[in-house]
T-cell receptor, first 114, second 113 residues
């Protein structure tokens, strides 16, 4: 099955600075890579996703890059704001046995320092 | 639309007890799934369903059963609760499957003593 590694586990940045979270995956057949944000006590919510036929995708202050050769993808948040403080999860869709459930990384706790 | 709903929000069980976590969605999604979230472990897939009458195992299925008799409902049954099943459980749904945005329910916090 798929294995997703996510780094760092905790990231503290000054408000206004950029934050980068990195993930690697193991199954070269994976072709969909979403990022979810989870605020304390809340449900995960999709913030951006990328498919294997695209190298980069942007949505305002958030961008995701994908390197299929190296099997890694990254989340970039620019001009960080206090409301960006949350746990961020990357995920990859594995294809073992015909299943297409998501395999999540273990999460990054992003802390925005005022 | 209510989206994805889960009941109960909190539950305490004794070891060996059984119970069912309820999940329902009103978005006419074909794909539904259950995840458990443990500190430092991310979300792990327990079971999923690609449509009514079809279910399959995810990464951590042992100790759990599911069924999908309707498009709307996807209950998760704990057969004989164990302390290792203490976790937060999230139900999710999407239009077509894993290659689609997952809409999560609010979660059920389960404690097994």
């Amino acid at each position: 099955g798929e294995n997703v590694e996510q780094h760092p586990s905790t990231l503290s940045v000054q408000e206004g600075d950029s934050a980068v979270i990195k993930c690697t995956y193991s199954d070269s057949a994976s072709n969909y890579f979403p990022w979810y944000k989870q605020e304390l006590g809340k449900r995960p919510q999709l913030i951006i996703d990328i498919r294997s036929n695209v190298g980069e995708k942007k949505d305002q202050r958030i961008a995701v890059t994908l390197n299929k050769t190296a099997k890694h993808f990254s989340l970039h948040i620019t001009e960080t704001q206090p409301e960006d403080s949350a746990v961020y999860f990357c995920a990859a869709v594995y294809s073992g046995g015909g299943a297409d459930g998501l395999t999540f990384g273990k999460g990054t706790h992003l802390i925005i320092q005022p | 639309n209510a989206g994805v709903t889960q009941t109960p929000k909190f539950q305490v069980l004794k070891t060996g007890q059984s119970m069912t976590l309820q999940c329902a969605q009103d978005m006419n999604h074909e794909y539904m799934s259950w995840y458990r979230q443990d500190p430092g472990m991310g979300l792990r897939l327990i079971h999923y369903s690609v449509g009514a009458g079809i279910t399959d195992q995810g990464e951590v299925p042992n100790g759990y059963n599911v069924s999908r008799s309707t498009t709307e409902d996807f209950p998760l049954r704990l057969l004989s609760a164990a302390p290792s099943q203490t976790s937060v459980y999230f139900c999710a749904s999407s239009y077509t499957g894993g290659l689609d945005e997952q809409y999560f329910g609010p979660g059920t916090r389960l404690t097994v003593t």
